[in-house]
């Protein structure tokens, strides 16, 4: 018979439903717990023993300890199991929480979905790797596909304490942003570098079962989803093409004669079908779906968009995962007070071909050396020679078009992604791409 847990949950955040799913989730985790199933104990409980009779689960929010609470509709907590009667005894290690969102909700079934597609792609990704050291997958889901109701995802969490002490979570984002200055420079330096080589790691997964090939492909088709707010949103294509029109040419910042990136997209989609490098994808490599765990070793999270969900599925551009951690250096995190002239000097060195040409910003110039560095991890996984204009600044240019919907938000450092975009439809322009 199964035991029942007692479920400890800071009541507010949980509706009916999610609690329900939570409860049940728990309790079926524990009874399987209990009967030595699915290696359960040791990745959640290495202390577990059979005469806990009285677990409980302790929920945390995650700004509580640090974090920020995920973007995609899903709740998204902190739990680990204890022992109420025998309190000496170890708590299990910390996991990550998400649930979807009540039935009927906006967006339920899609984040349902979401987490199950989670779930699989990771499973798809799990025998692959020699040493998952470097990743947090979820280790269990609750709930079934066709179903309505929540579905519950567990993962590892990382955290900077030991599995034991208090969580304290960290993300990328905290070392590259203003936040950072807590830190001294050159810890931060060691590392921002140290983010940046978990891109290496993603080689065992972008060849699971040795697949990778070059596909040809028609590049904008290929990118529609990473576009598809700033092409398809109603309300954004008016907000760009009334700041920059229906003509070939542009007038901003200092120039009367940019190309139109709405003008080099279409020439884009219709022209250039390439044959691209195609693997399996993390699909959402930023700063937020990196976090450290203790002696700060960066770990990779969230694969909600990795891709393919199944085998069989089609493969993904592998530089996907390169650019878009790529844009979040160029323009995503930085600072707002950096001199437009920085700026500027940033944005000629666009080739994958050069070496940068420093601009005395210690930001900017710290941000190339890390592009740098990234984009020779890129080299080494792409493997052969390849056209890098078609197989990198296409897809940069892509990736940043699509974030300057959601980054024109941010009154920050918009203006670094309208340039860093205008910039990249220049270079296509100049080089004839298209
Ligand atoms: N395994 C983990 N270890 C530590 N923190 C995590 C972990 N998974 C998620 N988080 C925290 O929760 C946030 C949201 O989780 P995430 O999986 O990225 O969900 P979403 O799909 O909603 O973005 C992350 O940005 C991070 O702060
Ligand atoms: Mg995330």
Redesign the pocket.
């Known amino acids: 018979m199964a035991k029942r847990l007692k479920v400890k949950l800071e009541t507010k955040l949980l509706l009916p439903k999610q609690r329900k799913a939570l409860q049940e989730a728990a309790d079926e985790l524990y009874n399987m717990m209990q009967n030595g199933e699915g290696n359960f104990i040791s990745k959640i409980w290495p202390t577990f023993n059979e005469n806990i009779t009285t677990p409980s689960l302790h929920i945390e929010t ?1 700004n509580r ?1 640090g ?8 709740l ?1 907590l ?1 739990g680990r199991f204890v022992s109420t009667k025998y309190k000496d005894m170890l708590p299990s290690r910390p996991m ?1 929480i ?1 649930i979807s969102p009540e039935p009927g909700m906006e967006g339920a079934s899609k984040s349902r979905k ?1 987490l199950l597609d ?1 779930y699989k792609a990771s499973e798809n990704l799990y025998d692959q790797f020699s040493d998952s050291a470097h990743f ?1 997958l979820p280790v269990w889901v609750h709930g079934k596909e066709g179903g309505r109701n929540p579905v519950v995802l567990w ?5 900077r304490n030991p599995p034991y002490g208090n969580i304290r ?1 960290q ?1 990328a984002v905290d070392f590259m942003t203003s936040s950072s200055r807590l830190y001294f420079e050159d810890e931060r330096e060691k590392i921002l570098y140290r983010i940046i080589s978990v891109t290496e790691n993603l080689f065992e997964a972008h060849c699971v079962r040795n697949k990778t090939h070059r596909e040809e492909v028609n590049i904008i088709n290929h990118y529609e989803w990473e576009l598809r707010k700033t092409l398809k949103h109603v309300v954004w294509v008016k907000a760009w093409k009334n700041l920059w029109g229906n003509k070939e040419k542009v007038v901003d910042f200092d120039r009367k004669d940019w190309p139109n990136p709405f003008f080099i997209c279409k020439k884009l989609y219709e022209k250039v079908s390439f044959p691209l490098r195609m693997g399996h994808i993390h699909g ?1 490599l930023h700063p ?2 990196i ?1 450290f ?1 203790k002696d700060e070793t960066p ?1 990779i ?4 968009w990795a891709r393919p969900v199944k085998r069989g599925d089609s493969l993904q551009h592998i530089i996907k995962d390169f650019v878009l951690l790529e844009a979040n250096f160029r323009f995503m995190t930085l600072p707002p007070f950096l001199a437009y002239e920085s700026m500027k000097h940033f944005n000629k060195w666009l080739s994958i071909e050069n070496d940068p040409v420093l601009t005395g910003d210690r930001e900017c110039d710290l941000r190339m050396n890390l592009i740098y560095r990234l984009r020779n991890i890129a080299k080494q996984h792409v493997g052969d020679s390849t056209n890098w204009d078609v197989e990198y600044i296409v897809p940069l240019f892509l990736v940043s078009f699509g974030l300057l919907t959601k980054h024109s938000c941010n009154a920050d450092c918009s203006w670094a992604a309208r340039y860093t975009v205008l910039s990249l439809a220049d270079y296509i322009k100049e080089k004839n791409i298209v």
């Open positions: 995650l300890l974090g920020e609470p995920g973007r995609t509709g899903n998204v902190a990550i998400k979401w989670e947090a993962a590892p969490l990382e955290s979570l993300q959402d937020r779906n976090v765990s770990r999270i969230d694969f909600g």
